[in-house]
């Protein structure tokens, strides 16, 4: 299976900004989507953002403007780079691979907005 690790979670306060990358152990061949989920306490997961393997992006209504989706296939990472943080988007963010291969899911990172 692919491998995914997830980094540059932490604690900001609000209005601030964070970046969130998704590493996989290898390259992804053949079409594929990559995308963020997160899960605040008590809440159910929710898909923030996506892109698939022809670039295009997709984002949920409520970081629309705020966050932006990237890759860097030399690297085999995915971006997430959030700004204006709200203490909303607090949560465990996941990384998530579609492949032609299966579905593999990254460790998750702790995202904090707070004063």
């Known amino acids: 299976q692919v491998q995914l690790v997830e980094s540059g979670g932490g604690l900001v306060q609000p209005g601030g900004s964070l970046r969130l990358s998704c590493a996989a152990s290898?390259?992804?061949?053949?079409?594929?989507?990559m995308d963020w989920y997160r899960q605040a306490p008590g809440k159910q997961r929710e898909l923030v953002a996506s892109?698939?393997?022809?670039?295009?992006?997709n984002y949920v209504d409520s970081v629309k403007g705020r966050f932006s989706i990237s890759r860097d296939n030399a690297k085999n990472t995915v971006y997430l780079q959030m700004y204006s943080l709200k203490p909303e988007d607090t949560a465990i963010y996941y990384c998530?691979?579609?492949?032609?291969?299966?579905?593999?899911w990254g460790q998750g990172t702790q995202v904090t907005v707070s004063s």
């Open positions: 892109i698939t393997s022809g670039g295009n992006t």
């Open positions: 290898r390259s992804i061949s053949g079409m594929y989507f």
């Open positions: 998530r691979l579609r492949s032609t291969t299966g579905l593999y």
